[in-house]
């Protein structure tokens, strides 16, 4: 089974400041990645993910996020970000389809 | 089109009592899985879901049952609810030709 990290429980950054998100996973073999954006008190929202191709995927509200295979990383980053970005954000790994594996989640506060 | 939506939206229980969470999907999805989630430790999978009769377990699925009888619902039942069962809990589905899960809102459940 798979096992995501997410070094960062909580990651307070100011307004307009870039931040990166950390998420590494355990097995080098084929994967599917993704990044999941959580509100309070609501689901899981897609943010953006990497199925094959071009290793650097974006979102549309800004986040990007570059899968590196010899390191398992698929950290997820933002040259600037706003208040509304402040939400708990998870990393999954996919192998064969039929199970995410989730990572513990990153708490994102933007300070105003 | 609703997406996923899952039904009650809060509960609580006395330890001992039984219940029923209901999660309905409108996107003709094969796959659907319960995940409960919990501070600091992410999205655990319960069980899941490959087709319309069929149930596997996953990571967490000790005193949990689910069934699939109809292929747009999949219920969660709590035979004998305990304290530790206290969460939140998230229903999520897929199509077979995707790999990314769609979530529902969540049920928060309180067990005394």
Redesign the interface.
């Known amino acids: ?1 798979q096992s ?1 990290t ?1 070094l960062d ?1 909580q990651v307070p950054v100011f307004e307009e400041a870039p931040v990166e998100l950390r998420c590494n996973y355990s097995s080098s073999v084929s994967v ?1 990645l ?1 990044w ?1 954006v959580q509100y309070p ?6 943010l953006l ?1 990497y ?1 094959s191709g071009s290793t650097l995927v974006e979102s549309i509200n800004g986040f990007e996020a570059e899968f590196n295979k010899s390191q398992t990383s698929f950290h997820l980053r933002k040259p600037s970000v706003h208040i509304s970005d402040t939400a708990e954000y ?1 990393c999954a790994v ?1 192998e064969a ?4 594996y ?4 990153t708490s994102l506060t933007v300070i105003p | 089109n609703a997406g996923v939506t899952q039904t009650p939206k809060f509960r609580v229980l006395k330890t001992g009592q039984s219940m029923t969470l209901l999660c309905a999907q409108d996107m003709n999805h094969e796959y659907m899985y319960w995940y409960r989630q919990d501070p600091g430790m992410g999205l655990r999978l319960i069980h899941y879901s490959v087709g319309e009769g069929t149930t596997a377990k996953g990571e967490v699925p000790d005193g949990y049952n689910v069934s699939r009888l109809k292929k747009q619902n999949f219920l969660l039942g709590l035979e004998s609810a305990a304290p530790s069962q206290t969460s939140v809990y998230f229903c999520a589905s897929r199509t077979s030709g995707q790999h990314e899960q769609f979530f529902g809102p969540g049920t928060r459940l309180t067990v005394l």
């Open positions: 089974a995501v997410q429980s599917y993704f999941y008190n609501q689901g899981l929202q897609l993910k199925l998870f996919s389809g039929n199970q995410f989730f990572g513990t989640g």
